[in-house]
């Protein structure tokens, strides 16, 4: 179960976390020594118990009606946001992905 | 195309269920609004605030995947799926993984008079995202996050699609099928509907998928088409050049017609999706289930057979018409006061269509009732207007709103159906006329053409055209006995 420190790199890639070169080594020991603990529990037999997709057993059809309710501090909760222009929220600019990129082509091209 | 290849096609559609509210916060899923005016903490992922499922969304899903013909999951449960994209204010999408709605479905469709099945791999519950747009001149991206948590399906097909057409005619049929299960407008315009394509090549015979592109932003049904008979032609020359295709992500370029490949990021297939903590799982009552499954309305396959059955109309026009559930309940209630089944889908499929099409319109935008159709259709048959003033009265009364007979009476477009006065602008016509009498009495049949145009001018084209050439015609006989 040993994490390798290319995998802790790509993971806190993913999660947008930035780490140094010892932070690498300790994680890569740290989580590899966590799955190794949680591993113990390979060596049980639950041949023909249903697995668990959620641990609130007795809990589930938790549902609301279809009724519109508008948030009462619209304006604050919009301007939470540390940048705005025109109502819309502004963030740095992202690497057009997927429709963005061709729609806003045809909009330049039309 | 070498008919020695094979193409094959997949669709992933996104459809926007027809509820009030969003699937997890009480914002307005309301369309055009202007941005950020329908949102809150939770759809905005404010730390601290927890999801709710909206039970209607959860029946429209429901719905859907029993008129897709689906088996409905007795457990069922919401997953994230993690990744950064300024869409989604959460860092993840609440989404299904390894426990979806629904699965294992089929829907029939009609591609050139031949019945085919596409099977459904799965239907399941989703939040749709934010809307991005990017500023060219600041450089900036901005977001408005009134469609985040608008509740969508996605509908994902096997591969069993083999030509751009079929693809085209598979997604028209869901989008009839869905429509009339009542669960989406499927506006395609307004991203109501919306279609990824994935396509690759192989060898006829073959078993083994080829190499796949997968095509987004296709937002019309011809766009569909168009991309995908674009990315046969390229994957074809490819091919044959013996290039080896890559797995990518296109983009269908409206304005050129052509595929483009999109900038994705590799890391952007790792979502890491684990089950939704905050959720908690759903677990279907079979009965609440059939309930809604007996709560389906008769589907577009259904209502077509019987439209042949019933009314006698050939497939072509209960194909074109059961398209639409309003031109269908159009037609159907138009019969109804007007018993021609033929004449009324003529009518449908040539006017009313024709008027639709060249505005632009959908049929859940007309306005004009089907009584008044058949009170247009009932004055051609009593003589009183002929078929082509009814073509123009049918465009003014839709466009203004105005009964077909108050119209007629207004602009005096009665026919002249009196044999007396009609036959007083026949004889004035052949006293005006000599030379072409005297042709046509020699045998030149051809020269009543010429004295019928006459007719009709000398009555601003009002002449009952039956009657006319009659009395023309009597007219014509008769003095020819009287001439020695």
């Known amino acids: 179960m040993a994490v390798s420190p290319e995998e802790v790199r790509h993971v806190a890639w993913l999660a947008r976390l930035r780490l140094t070169a010892h932070e690498e080594r300790l994680f890569s020991e740290q989580l590899s020594n966590i799955l190794a603990h949680v591993a113990k529990l390979q060596e049980l037999d639950v041949e023909g118990i249903e697995p668990t997709f959620h641990v609130l057993k007795t809990l589930s059809n938790v549902y609301r009606p279809d009724e519109v309710r508008s948030w009462p501090e619209l304006r604050e909760v919009v301007q939470a946001a540390p940048q705005q222009r025109d109502g819309l929220f502004a963030v740095p600019r992202v690497l057009p992905e997927g429709e963005d990129e061709v729609s806003a082509k045809n909009e330049k091209d039309g | ?484």
Not at chain 2, 195 to 217: V, Y
Not at chain 2, 229 to 255: H, K, N, P
Not at chain 2, 393 to 420: H, I, M, W, Y
């Open chain 2, 1 to 484: 195309m070498a008919d020695a290849v094979e193409v094959v096609i997949g669709l992933e559609v996104h459809v926007e269920l027809k509820t009030e509210s969003k699937i997890f916060c009480a914002c307005s899923t309301r369309f055009g609004s202007p941005p950020n005016t329908q949102v809150c903490p939770i759809c905005l992922g404010h730390p601290g605030t927890l999801p709710v499922l909206n039970l209607k969304a959860l029946e429209l899903a429901v719905r859907a995947a029993l008129a897709l013909n689906c088996k409905v999951a007795r457990y069922t449960k919401f997953d994230r799926k993690n990744y950064f994209y300024p869409d989604l204010p959460k860092g993840y999408q609440i989404s299904q993984y390894d426990a979806p709605l629904a699965e294992h479905g089929w829907l029939e469709f009609r591609v050139d008079g031949r019945m085919r099945t596409a099977r459904i791999r799965r239907v399941h519950l989703e939040e749709d995202a934010g809307k991005l747009m990017h500023d060219e001149v600041t450089g900036e991206t901005l977001v408005d996050f009134n469609r985040c948590g608008v509740p969508l399906i996605e509908v994902v097909t096997e591969p069993d699609l083999r030509s751009p057409r079929e693809a085209r005619a598979f997604m028209e049929e869901l989008r009839a099928v869905l429509q009339y299960a009542e669960v989406s407008d499927c506006r395609m315009q307004e991203g109501s509907l919306r279609c990824d394509a994935n396509i690759s090549l192989r060898p006829r015979g073959a078993t083994d998928l080829g190499t796949k592109a997968e095509i987004k932003n296709l937002n019309s049904f011809r766009a569909l088409e168009k991309a995908l008979e674009y990315e046969v032609a390229r994957q074809t020359r490819a091919l044959e050049r013996g290039e080896r295709l890559v797995l990518e992500t296109r983009g269908w370029d409206e304005g050129r017609q052509v595929t483009v490949p999109l900038r994705t990021k590799e890391e952007a297939h790792d979502y890491r999706y684990f089950p939704e903590p905050d959720l908690v799982p759903m677990t279907l009552d079979p009965e609440w289930v059939e309930q809604i499954r007996r709560s389906l309305p008769e589907l577009p396959s259904q209502r077509m057979a019987r439209f042949q059955a019933e009314y006698g109309l050939p497939a072509y026009d209960a194909g074109v018409i059961v398209a639409s559930r309003r031109l269908a309940d159009f037609f159907e209630e138009c019969v109804r006061h007007y018993p021609h089944p033929k004449t009324v889908s003529n009518w449908v499929m040539g006017q009313v269509l024709g008027y639709l099409n060249s505005r632009g319109l959908e049929p859940e935008e007309l306005n004009f009732e089907p009584e008044r159709l058949a009170e247009l259709l009932r004055m051609v048959d009593e003589g009183v207007i002929s078929v082509s003033v009814a073509r123009e009265v049918f465009e003014e009364a839709v466009s203004t709103g105005k009964s077909p007979r108050a119209l007629v009476e207004e602009k005096g477009l009665e026919q002249l159906s009196d044999t007396g006065a009609l036959a007083a602008v026949v004889r004035q016509v052949i006293e005006e006329h000599p030379s072409p009498v005297r042709d046509y009495r020699r045998g030149k049949v051809k020269a009543l053409g010429f004295l019928m145009g006459q007719v009709m001018k000398k009555t601003a084209g009002k002449a009952n055209p039956q009657l006319a050439r009659r009395l023309l015609e009597e007219a014509l006989a008769t003095e020819r006995e009287e001439t020695p």
